[in-house]
C-alpha cells in the first residue's frame, strides 16, 4: 500500500516503511498522483531536476525506479507494481491500495451513505478515510508546482470528509461530539461557511441557541472587516431559522451503545509511533506462540526492542481477543503484590469488598478471552511467577499474558521468544542497488525523522554501517545515536559511539522511572537486578573480549588460585545468559562448545565497573598467562592432535587476538614472540595469513627492538619470512631469512625444537609456490638441525619436505626414482603418526602424477592432501585445490575442473596468495573453459566459489581404503608393503 497523505510510506500488512532517498519518494509520489496512468519519462526528469537535470538523468532516473520496484515487490510482497509504459512509468494499484485514491473514494461513498439516510456508514466511512490523513500529501513535496494541483484537490478532499464526519454525528444525535469537532474544524478553515454552520446547528440542537446566533454574528463581522465580503445565502437561511425555531433542526434520535463503542475501547496499547524495522520474522514467531490459557516471555539484553515488538503483536492478535487487549507497564510498579491492582484499575474493574485483588482479577479472566501485555517484569521476579500462575487459572483459561522481560518468568508452560539485536549489515552498505540491514535501515529512518531535509549515501551510508555495528544492532542504542544528528554530523557520531556508547541518551525530557533514557541506564536496569556474584563475573567477563568458551573464563579463576570460584563458573554463565547479560552463540562447525559473548555495548558497562573496582590491571595479567600457556601447550607440528588443539583455540580467538595485539603493540613484551610464532601454522591452515603476518611482524619488531635471546630473534623472522612466502613476496620475505638463517647454527639444542618445525614450514612456502632456490637453503638448514637434534619427528619432516621440492621443482626432468622413496617416507611418516609430513608427500606425489600425466593416479594423492588440509582445519585451500583441479582438468572432467579452479581461486584470494599459482593451471583452466559453453562454464564457476574442501574430498572417489588418511589415524604394520605397491606404480 502507498501511504502518500503525509511523508511517502510503502506499508504492508505489519510495517511501514519509508522510501529511502529523497528522489525515490519523488518518483512515487508523481506516480501516486497518477495512479494507473502513464506518467512520462520526460514529466519524472522536470520534477527531480528541473532545469538542473544532465545527460544522464534518464539512466539515474531508471536506477531510482528499480530500487523502488525492489521496496515495492521483493521486501513487501505487495500486488503494487511499477511497470515500464511507452516512453514512461505506470503505477499498478487498485484504489485501496494508495491513501489519497481510497479517501477520495470513501468520502464520495460517506456522501452517497448520508444522502440514502445511513448516517452509521457514513460516520465509519469518514472515520475511515479520516484516519488515513497523516499531514499535508506527498511531504516533502507538497509545495512543488508538479504537486500543486493534486495537493489542493486532496485536501479539499480531506475538508469535505471532516464536514461529511460531522453532519453524520449530527444526525446520529451525537451534539457533543459534534461540537467538538466543529470548534476544531472552524479553527482550520478559517472562512470556509460549511464549518460555521455546523457549528451553528451542533448549538442550536444543544439547546443554546443564543450562541448560535451569535456564532453567525461573529462570522459576518469577520467576513466584512478581512474580506470586504457577506456570508453567503444558505448560512443567512441557517441563521433565520434558527431565529423561526424551525422544527426540521430538532435533535434527532439518541445514540445507541453501538454507535459509539469503538475499537479503542477493546485494544489498549501504546500508539503505534513508527514502522517496526526486521522484525517480520519474530512477530510471526511470537504470534504462533499466544493463545487462551498461555503466558509467552519476550526475553533479550537491554534496548533490543521487546516493548515495541510486544505492541505489535498484541495488535495483531486484537481479533482472537475481542474482549480486550490491554498493555500494563509495570516499569515504576515496585512489588508484585500491586500488579493485580494496577491491571483492575487498567480495566475499569471495581475490586473494593470483593475479595483480594488477585483473586478477583483471576476471576474475571477466567471466563474471558483477554490479552494482557505485561511489559518490563524482570525487576518483579521471582514474586511475579505465583501472580501469572493465578492469573491464567487452570487449563481452561481463555486469556492470555503477553510478558517482555530480560529473563525469564518461569511460569509452568512458559513459551520462551529470546529477541536478537537486529541483524547487521553485510558487505559493502554503500552499494546503492544492495539491501539494506535493518540496522541500518532502523538509523535512516530516524534520520529521516530527526532531519527529514539530510541526504546519506555514500561514504556516509559506510560510517552509518559502522555505527550500527559499534552498536551491537540494538534499536534502542540506533535510535539514540540517529537523534544526535540535529546536533553532530554521521562522523562525529561515529566517534562518540566508538569512544562510548554509553553516552548516547535521549534529548527530551522523560519520565524519572523510564530506563530508557539513556543507553547506560538500559543496562544498569538489568545489572543492578544482580547479585554480588553475578555482578562480579559480568565485570570480570569483560576482558575476554568476543565470543568465549567456559574454558576460558575457567582459566582466568584458576590463574586465581580461587577452587570455589572456579566451580561456580558452571553456574553463573547460565544465570547471566538467563538474564539477557551475555549470548550463547552457536557453536562452530567442527566444535562442540558452547560459547559465549558480552554485547559490546554491555561489555563497556562492565569495563567500567572492573576499572572503578581498580581490578582492570589484575584480570588482564590473569587472562594474558592464560593465552599464553594455551599456546604453548599446542602439540608439535604434525602432530594428530592438532586439529583438536587448534579448534579449541579457535573458540577463544578473540581473547588470543586481544593479547597479542596488547603485549604486540601496546606494551611490547618479550614473552609474546615465541606466543605469535607458536600460532604460525595455526594461522597457516586457518588460512589467516594476513592476520597472520601482521602479528609476526609486530614480534619480530618486537625481538628487535628490546635485544630479544637470538632463538626467539631467529623464530619470529623464520616465521614471518614462510607467511610471507606463501603471499608469493620473496621479495619482502628474504630480509628476514637472512636475519633468521644465520642465527640458527648458534642456537641451543631445546631451542632448536621449535625452530626446526618451522623450517619444515619454511620449505613447504618456499617449494609450493615456486621458489626452489629458498626452498633448498631451508632444507640444508632443516637437515642440519635433524642431524644435531636427533629428533625423529624432524628426520622425517626433512625427508618429506625434500621428496616435495624434487616434486614441485620445475628445473630440470624429474626423476622418477623419487617416487618409491616417497612412498617409502610417507610411510613412514604413518607411523610416527606425523600428518604433516604426510601431507607433504601426498601433496609430492600430486604434483608428480601433473608433471607425468598420469591424472587417474594423482587424483587419489590430491585428495589426501585435501584430506589432511580438512584434519588441520583448513577450509578453503587454494594451492592444494588448484592441483586437484589440474589433474581433473587433465582427466577431462571439465565441468568439474572449473568448479575446482573457481575454488582455488576464490580461496587464494581471500588469503592473499597468488592464483593461479601453477604455469599449468592457466593452460588446464583455458582448455576446460574452451570445451564449456558460457551458461554452463558460468554456472560451474559459480558452484566452485561455495565450495569448501570437506564438500571437494567427498566429491574424489578413494581407490586406495586401505590406507587412506582420513579419519581416525592408525600407523602402518609395514613399510614392505607400501614398498611393494611403491615399486608396482611406478611401473
Not at 636 to 650: F, K, M, N, T, V
Request: proline residues 5%; aromatic residues 4%; negative net charge.
Amino acid at each position: 500500500m502507498i501511504r502518500d497523505l503525509g511523508t511517502m510510506v510503502i506499508a504492508s500488512s505489519d510495517r511501514e516503511d519509508p522510501v529511502i532517498g529523497r528522489k525515490p519518494a519523488a518518483v512515487l509520489a508523481l506516480l501516486a498522483m497518477n495512479a494507473g496512468r502513464r506518467v512520462s519519462v520526460d514529466a519524472l526528469v522536470d520534477a527531480l531536476w528541473g532545469d538542473q537535470a544532465t545527460q544522464g538523468a534518464m539512466s539515474t532516473l531508471q536506477s531510482h525506479v528499480w530500487r523502488l520496484r525492489g521496496q515495492l515487490e521483493s521486501q513487501h510482497g505487495s500486488p503494487v507494481s511499477v511497470i515500464s509504459d511507452t516512453g514512461g512509468y505506470r503505477l499498478l494499484a487498485t484504489p485501496d491500495q494508495v491513501d489519497s485514491s481510497q479517501l477520495e473514494r470513501l468520502v464520495a461513498d460517506a456522501r452517497a451513505s448520508l444522502t440514502a439516510g445511513d448516517a452509521n456508514n457514513a460516520l465509519r466511512l469518514t472515520d475511515a478515510g479520516l484516519g488515513l490523513w497523516r499531514g499535508r500529501p506527498y511531504e516533502p513535496f507538497s509545495d512543488e508546482e508538479w504537486a500543486d494541483a493534486a495537493v489542493a484537490r486532496l485536501e479539499e478532499s480531506y475538508l469535505q470528509g471532516r464536514e461529511l464526519r460531522i453532519d453524520a454525528l449530527l444526525d446520529l444525535g451525537r451534539t457533543d461530539e459534534a461540537l467538538v469537532a466543529t470548534e476544531a474544524s472552524i479553527r482550520q478553515s478559517g472562512y470556509r461557511e460549511r464549518p460555521h454552520m455546523q457549528h451553528m446547528i451542533a448549538l442550536h440542537q444543544a439547546g443554546r441557541s443564543e450562541e448560535a446566533l451569535q456564532t453567525f454574528q461573529d462570522f459576518r463581522q469577520g467576513l466584512v472587516t478581512e474580506l470586504g465580503l457577506e456570508p453567503g445565502p444558505e448560512l443567512v437561511d441557517l441563521q433565520r431559522r434558527i431565529l423561526d425555531q424551525d422544527a426540521t433542526l430538532a435533535t434527532p434520535r439518541r445514540p445507541s451503545a453501538a454507535d459509539v463503542r469503538g475499537e479503542s475501547d477493546v485494544v489498549r496499547l501504546p500508539g503505534k509511533r513508527s514502522p517496526l524495522i526486521g522484525r517480520e520474522a519474530d512477530v510471526r514467531a511470537v504470534q504462533s506462540l499466544v493463545a487462551p490459557g498461555a503466558a509467552v516471555t519476550i526475553t533479550g539484553p537491554a534496548g533490543c526492542g521487546k516493548t515495541r515488538l510486544a505492541i505489535d503483536v498484541a495488535r495483531t492478535l486484537a481479533a482472537e481477543f475481542p474482549q480486550q487487549v490491554q498493555f500494563v507497564d509495570l516499569t515504576a510498579v515496585q512489588s508484585a503484590e500491586l500488579v493485580p491492582e494496577a491491571i483492575i484499575g487498567l480495566l475499569g474493574l471495581r475490586a473494593a469488598g470483593a475479595g483480594p485483588p488477585l483473586g478477583v482479577l483471576a476471576s474475571y479472566l477466567r471466563h474471558r478471552h483477554i490479552l494482557l501485555v505485561l511489559d518490563n517484569c524482570e525487576h518483579l521476579l521471582p514474586e511475579l511467577t505465583p501472580v501469572v500462575e493465578t492469573l491464567l487459572g487452570d487449563a481452561g483459561s481463555s486469556s492470555a499474558v503477553l510478558a517482555t522481560s530480560r529473563e525469564p518468568l518461569n511460569v509452568d508452560g512458559e513459551s520462551l521468544w529470546p529477541l536478537q539485536p537486529l541483524a547487521l549489515p553485510e558487505g559493502d552498505a554503500s552499494n546503492e542497488d544492495g539491501p539494506l540491514s535493518p540496522a541500518v535501515e532502523l538509523f535512516l529512518l530516524r534520520a529521516a525523522a530527526a532531519m527529514p531535509t539530510s541526504t546519506i549515501d555514500g561514504e556516509d551510508l559506510r560510517t552509518v554501517e559502522s555505527i550500527c555495528v559499534g552498536l551491537d544492532g540494538l534499536p534502542l542504542a540506533i535510535e539514540l545515536a540517529a537523534a544526535r544528528l540535529r546536533a553532530y554530523s554521521i562522523d562525529e557520531i561515529a566517534e562518540q559511539v566508538g569512544r562510548d556508547p554509553l553516552t548516547l541518551a535521549r534529548l527530551h525530557r522523560s519520565r524519572d522511572e523510564d530506563h530508557h533514557r539513556s543507553l547506560s541506564e538500559a543496562i544498569e536496569w538489568s545489572v543492578a537486578l544482580l547479585g554480588p556474584e553475578e555482578r562480579r563475573m559480568h565485570q570480570e567477563l569483560s576482558v575476554l573480549t568476543g565470543p568465549f568458551t567456559a574454558r576460558a573464563v575457567h582459566g582466568i579463576s584458576d590463574a586465581a588460585g580461587d577452587g570455589a570460584r572456579h566451580i561456580e563458573v558452571d553456574t553463573l554463565l547460565p544465570m547471566l545468559v538467563n538474564r539477557s547479560l551475555l549470548t550463547r552463540e552457536r557453536a562452530d562447525e567442527g566444535s562442540s562448545r558452547s560459547t559465549f559473548s558480552q554485547l559490546s555495548t554491555v561489555r563497556t558497562h562492565a569495563t567500567r565497573l572492573l576499572a572503578a573496582e581498580g581490578r582492570t590491571d589484575g584480570l588482564l595479567e590473569r587472562r594474558d598467562a592464560w593465552v599464553l600457556d594455551q599456546i604453548q601447550s599446542l602439540p608439535r607440528i604434525g602432530h594428530p592432535d592438532s586439529a583438536r588443539a587448534y579448534r579449541r583455540l579457535q573458540d577463544d580467538y578473540p581473547t588470543v587476538r586481544s593479547t597479542l595485539q596488547r603485549h604486540l603493540w601496546d606494551d611490547p613484551d618479550q614473552r609474546f614472540i615465541a606466543g605469535a610464532v607458536g600460532l604460525t601454522f595455526y594461522w597457516y591452515w586457518r588460512e589467516q595469513l594476513l592476520e597472520g603476518w601482521r602479528s609476526l611482524d609486530l614480534a619480530a619488531e618486537v625481538a628487535e627492538n628490546e635485544n630479544a635471546p637470538d632463538h626467539l630473534r631467529s623464530l619470529s623472522h623464520l616465521a614471518c619470512a614462510a607467511s610471507l612466502l606463501l603471499q608469493v613476496r620473496l621479495d619482502l620475505a628474504s630480509p628476514h631469512l637472512d636475519r633468521a638463517l644465520p642465527l640458527v647454527a648458534g642456537l641451543n639444542e631445546p631451542d632448536l625444537v621449535a625452530v626446526g618445525d618451522l623450517l619444515s614450514c619454511l620449505v613447504v612456502a618456499a617449494a609450493v609456490t615456486g621458489e626452489t632456490r629458498t626452498a633448498m637453503i631451508a632444507l640444508e638448514h632443516l637437515d642440519a638441525v635433524a642431524q644435531r637434534t636427533g629428533d625423529a619427528n624432524h628426520r622425517v619432516l626433512a625427508d618429506a619436505a625434500r621428496c616435495l621440492v624434487t616434486a614441485t621443482s620445475i628445473t630440470g626432468s624429474l626423476d622418477l626414482t623419487v617416487i618409491p622413496r616417497v612412498h617409502d617416507v610417507y610411510a613412514e611418516a604413518l607411523e610416527l603418526q606425523q600428518l604433516f609430513a604426510c601431507w607433504m608427500c601426498s601433496t609430492a606425489l600430486a604434483h608428480i602424477a601433473l608433471r607425468t600425466a598420469r591424472p587417474e593416479d594423482g587424483l587419489e594423492w590430491a585428495r589426501r592432501a585435501i584430506a589432511l588440509s580438512v584434519e588441520f582445519g583448513a577450509s578453503r585451500g587454494g594451492t592444494w585445490v588448484e592441483v586437484l583441479a589440474d589433474l581433473t582438468a587433465m582427466s577431462g572432467q571439465d565441468v568439474r575442473a572449473v568448479q575446482l579452479f573457481s575454488a582455488a581461486h576464490a580461496a587464494s584470494s581471500r588469503t592473499g596468495a597468488r592464483s593461479p599459482n601453477l604455469p599449468i593451471s592457466r593452460e588446464l583452466h583455458a582448455s576446460a573453459q574452451r570445451k564449456l559453453d558460457r551458461a554452463t562454464y558460468d554456472e560451474a564457476w559459480r558452484v566452485g566459489q561455495l565450495l569448501t574442501l570437506s564438500q571437494i574430498t567427498e566429491a574424489v572417489p578413494d581407490h586406495r581404503g586401505d590406507d587412506a588418511v582420513t579419519g581416525t589415524w592408525r600407523p602402518r604394520n609395514s613399510r614392505s608393503s607400501a614398498t611393494a605397491r611403491s615399486n608396482q606404480s611406478s611401473k
